[in-house]
């Protein structure tokens, strides 16, 4: 079991999505490498597409499980069926072991996320907590 820190991926999304209203995390994860924007772990920080990639997936489960008066903080904005597909089975952990060339696995990371309703002024009026700690 490992532990890990995406504050700065909690907050990169979460910012994303407030300026440009979306959010992809094929996108975030390409920012992440060119910018060395590192994600921290118990063991040290990691740079890597693979483990950024985990950082922002960690980020959408938590803010789409989490019940903000029953409304997910994030919601998908399909663009396609092989999205939606793709989400079916990452809901599924059928992408756990999926390497960055997957096309599932790519087809996830190109999904546009949006706040869910209501959920753009609670950002505002800091009512979303930043996700800090993740156990995997």
Same mark, same amino acid.
């Given at each position: ?34 910018? @060395?924007?590192? &994600?921290? %772990? ?6 890597? /597409?693979?483990?950024?990639?985990? !950082? =922002? ?30 989400? @079916?089975?990452? &809901?599924? %952990? ?6 960055? /060339?997957?096309?599932?696995?790519? !087809? =996830? ?28």
């Amino acid at each position: 079991m490992g532990h890990m820190y995406p504050e700065k991926q909690a907050t990169m999304l979460l910012r994303r999505i407030y300026a440009k209203g979306f959010a992809r995390i094929g996108d975030l994860v390409k920012e992440s490498v060119e910018k @060395k924007l590192e &994600v921290s %772990c118990a063991e040290g920080g990691y740079e890597d /597409e693979g483990m950024l990639c985990m !950082a =922002f997936e960690n980020c959408i489960t938590e803010y789409t499980q989490q019940d903000m008066v029953t409304k997910p903080v994030l919601v998908p904005d399909f663009e396609n069926d092989e999205q939606r597909k793709a989400l @079916k089975a990452w &809901v599924n %952990c059928e992408l756990a072991d999926a390497d960055m /060339e997957d096309e599932q696995l790519k !087809a =996830f990371m190109q999904i546009k996320w949006r706040f869910g309703p209501k959920m753009r002024k609670a950002y505002i009026d800091k009512k979303i907590a930043i996700l800090d700690y993740v156990c995997h």
